[in-house]
């Protein structure tokens, strides 16, 4: 049946941006609250339960580290904000943190160390050890703490010291005199960074089939009175900094980028403060003594109930061998076309989709250590953003480049908390011998790309090319969701070469057909896309439109998808973090619907689909529909031409996240998140665990006891 056709574009009512946008940093703060619900919940397995709890430690820890920082510096410059408008964003963003910090630290207290300990896996503190626990902990101490330690008593001579980002210091004062006959008070003590924060005592010393693990604060604080013979400990506190992370450089000014972050990664333990952390029993002089010093407010003071850095304790996940209380283990598949055949004899019949975790990643690695090896590849051009210390995939390119291959490799140096890795193989892959350019100076390099030009059997050059959602990374391709496609369609690999060409000349590519390119054409065509549903809807015809993202803030292109809505297209986004949209608007949003999928893997795929009059346009991409990505980044969306492949994006990475209903958080218009559970006889569904059993392997049934 066709709608009547609506004559006019619908106009958007003229709303204040307080109205009809949700605010940043508490729609990120409400992700971090669905992880946390992840940590709450008694169904997911305990120690899975506890790494979700320090997942949530180390988002918080990022959150202050950057947005926080970007907040304040917002402040003290005084630029691109209003005062009164900044402090209220600093209010409410602080009262959410201290919610979410005591909730941690209540959940870990009172659910979640006591559940351990019913299971046989102990935390103990100085009090719960036995006398036979104290005498080795003691032995410890000695041995392999109490030499690294420098206790450093403050006076003009001895200022205070530098403290690095969120490593462990104590903060002491004693009483009496110094050996000089001075009083000296306060004495700032810091954990050497190369001790575990989490100690397993030997299993001798625990009962059998149980484990019993101390922190190091724990240790240090049991005796450290042994560091000041003659004098008394008054009042102590263990403490921990957060500081400003990011990166900077001139880059007018900068010669080589690599050598300035190089020099810039030595400052970044030492940026400034935004955050202080305290034991709860701190006493107040104390905590103020080291506010003063950090020059924090007040209320971006955190006096906890555990240890200062709760991200520590998933030490204990990785240390613990009961695999009751982990996930059930799952084992991704193969594509069948790729078994036991050269992997450009078949890409040349057929593209292959790849759907990660729930499908092996280790195509991708063969596809690029077969080109290494392979004597008809000629060349292979690859971006970086995030690949970790040791990859495969890396040492397959520098051994492709030492044996005379033509290598290039856009290394992104900028990567947030990977720079000192990527330095590192950019290094290996230059004395390699291998092209290695850094991106576009003041545009992060976020594309993931891999182009392989090949000689056929009539010695025509033939590219072959992998496209991807996720970053290059042998660890966060198992528990992240991401799509990747390899292709021989020479239109669509052409172009991929010619992003490559550009980013290595910085000459404005070529007309693009098929590949969405950021700076330059990504959120005009995505506009342009919503904005055509919004004319088949207009015209009274169905339109359509979902997309899968981590974040969704760009201003235009939300003021875009609200018209689409006022023009009547059905819109369901699926936002893993924080959105700034305000769904369920009368007049502005009523059509629009956004989820939040938060479960066993972290969902990372980049989604968009129009249907556009059947045609079911599918996008997959590496940009968020964000500024920073669709302006200050260079991000690739490339389309799925193949229509098999283009239905299995859609039935693998849309559909089960529109009807998960044990996973799915969904945003009303107040900007609240619910979790929405299946209601009396509806069956539960839950989208990870679809995909794990339709595309992963069988777990194998534990044998019958004999």
Known sequence: MTRKAKPESSTQPELPASTIYLNRELSQLAFNRRVLAQAEDDSVPLLERLRYLCICSSNLDEFFEVRIASLLANRIEGENIDPP????????????????????????????????????????????????????VKQYFEQHVRPLLTPIGLDPAHPFPQVHNKSLNFIIELSGKDAFGRGTAIVIVKAPRVLPRVIKLPDHLSAKGQSSFCLLSSVIHAHIADLFPGRDITAYSQ??????????????????????????????????????????????????????????????????????????LGEIVNLVNQPE?????????????????????????????????????????????????????????????????????????????????????????????????????????????????????????????????RRDDDQNLRFYAHLGTGNYHPNTTKFYTDFGLLTSNQELTAEVNEVFIHLTSLTKPRNLTHLWLAPFSLQKEIIRAIRNEGQIAREGRPARIIAKMNALLDESV????????????????IVRGACALRPGVPGLSENIKVRSIIGRYLEHSRIYYFRNDLKHDVYLASADWMNRNLFRRIEVAFPVLDKTLKKRVMTEGLNPYLKDNTNAWHLDVNGVYTLKKARNKQQCFNAQQHLMTTLGIPATPPEEPV
């Not at 900044?86 to 979410?100: F, G, K, N, P, Y």
């Not at 006493?283 to 003063?292: G, R, T, V």
């Not at 939300?558 to 986004?573: H, N």
């Open 325 to 453: 209380l982990r996930f059930p283990p799952f084992s991704p598949t193969l594509p069948p076309q790729l078994a036991n055949e050269n992997i450009f004899a078949a890409l040349d019949r057929k593209d292959v989709l790849l759907h990660h975790p729930f499908q092996s990643f280790q195509p991708v690695v063969d596809f690029i250590r077969t080109a290494a090896h392979d004597p008809r590849v000629l060349a292979i051009k690859q971006t970086i953003y995030r690949t970790g210390m040791n990859s495969d995939l890396m040492e397959a390119l520098i051994y492709a480049a030492q044996h005379g291959k033509e290598v290039t490799v856009i290394v992104e140096l900028m990567a947030r908390f990977d720079e000192e890795a990527n330095i590192n193989w950019a290094v290996k892959l230059e004395q390699a011998g291998a092209q290695v350019v850094y991106g576009v100076v003041g545009l992060k390099t976020h594309a993931k790309l891999a182009l392989v030009i």
């Open 239 to 312: 403490f921990r900094v957060t500081r400003n992370s990011d990166l900077w450089v001139d880059e007018e000014e900068v010669k080589n980028l690599r050598q300035a972050l190089e020099t810039e990664l030595q400052s970044r333990q030492f940026g400034v403060a935004v955050r202080l952390e305290v034991a709860a029993n701190c006493p107040e002089h104390l905590a103020q003594f080291l506010l003063n010093q950090f020059n924090i407010e007040r209320n971006r003071l955190y006096a906890v109930q555990g240890p200062v850095n709760m991200v520590r």
């Open 558 to 573: 939300i003021r875009a998808l609200y018209a689409a809505s006022a023009d009547g297209v059905k819109i369901d986004l």
């Open 85 to 136: 408008e900044l402090r209220a964003a600093l209010e409410r963003t602080s009262a959410e943190c201290h919610r979410i910090v005591t909730r941690q630290y209540e959940l870990l207290n009172e659910e979640i160390l006591p559940q351990l300990a019913a299971n046989g896996i102990h935390l103990l503190r100085h009090d719960d050890r036995n006398e036979a626990q104290r005498a080795w």
